[in-house]
């Protein structure tokens, strides 16, 4: 198996800046790229602020903290990943973007680079497919917030080699996340079961069911769920919830994942959810208020 020693993380948004979080707590040096400065400024913020809560709650000490702080590399220019011996993509959940990201990445990082993709939902075969190197092609979709949730699902593509499953698995590993393997379906394991159970809450508001706060409150106390289904959709992004019922849609042609209505109305209207500051909530007050 390939000794990693740099990470490549495409994408400094909410799960890249985990990524490239986790993978320097673990002694990797990142680079850690984006389109924008901005963007690389609020992720690396990020990065700061959700270590500094792991050394309040005694994880790690501050020493620890400004050692990784240090191994990241934030940039705009593509062609600093061509040291990474392992370039992760963790864009935006759109297959033409992802394309393009790994089109370009391609024409710069040596022939013996592994790629991974974080994607929720896209097949890892027809990404693969773009590169030249479907064999060094692979699956990480990591959980949302990386720094606290311990799972990593392993998709392999069509192609996907031997040693660079392996290597996955040893990566993983090293970030202390468990590892569980999907096949190459559309959403994979978790979203395939957890997203469509979003769609039918927002069913059930559409329908006029129940209000945001009690099916937020039936399925908390009912069935036991750290927080209701409208809540979690918020913080997953309306926009990342509709596109996977797309996928899922389009990839399975069965009815039952047919994206709400209302779902796709929230999205028309830039109502994404907690980033943007409004969703199924506003959260533009001390608490947050049903918008519905």
Request: glycine share 8%; net charge negative.
């Amino acid at each position: 198996m390939a000794d990693l020693k740099t990470i490549g993380v495409i994408g400094a948004g909410q799960m890249g800046n985990g990524i490239a979080h986790v993978s320097a707590l673990a002694g990797y040096d990142v680079i850690l790229s984006d389109i924008s400065d901005e963007s690389l400024a609020k992720g690396m913020k990020a990065i700061e602020r959700n270590m500094a809560r792991q050394v309040g709650r005694g994880q790690y000490d501050q020493g620890a903290m400004n050692t990784a702080l240090a191994r990241i590399k934030p940039t705009t220019v593509l062609k600093d990943h061509e040291t990474a011996n392992m370039v992760i993509e963790a864009a935006t959940e759109r297959r033409e973007i992802k394309e393009q990201i790994f089109r370009s990445i391609c024409e710069i990082v040596p022939a013996d680079t592994y790629l991974a993709t974080n994607t929720s939902s896209i097949s890892i075969t027809r990404l693969a497919s773009v590169t030249d190197r479907p064999e060094r092609f692979i699956g990480l979709h990591f959980m949302n917030p990386v720094p606290l949730m311990k799972l990593v699902e392993v998709i392999r593509g069509l192609a996907t080699g031997q040693e660079t499953y392996e290597t996955a698995i040893e990566f993983a590993g090293r970030l202390e996340k468990t590892t569980t393997n999907a096949e190459d379906y559309p959403a994979f394991i978790v979203n395939r079961i957890l997203v469509p159970m979003i769609n039918e809450a927002v069913y059930a508001l559409y329908e006029g069911v129940g209000t945001v706060e009690s099916i937020d409150t039936a399925m908390h106390l009912g069935a036991n769920h750290p927080m209701g289904p409208l809540t979690l959709a918020d913080f997953i992004g309306l926009d990342t919830c509709l596109s996977i019922m797309q996928v899922l849609h389009d990839g399975l042609a069965d009815t039952k994942y047919r994206p709400c209505p209302l779902l796709v109305k929230y999205v028309e209207a830039g109502w994404v959810g907690k980033k943007v500051g409004k969703g199924f909530y506003d959260y533009s007050g001390p608490e947050p208020v049903p918008t519905r």
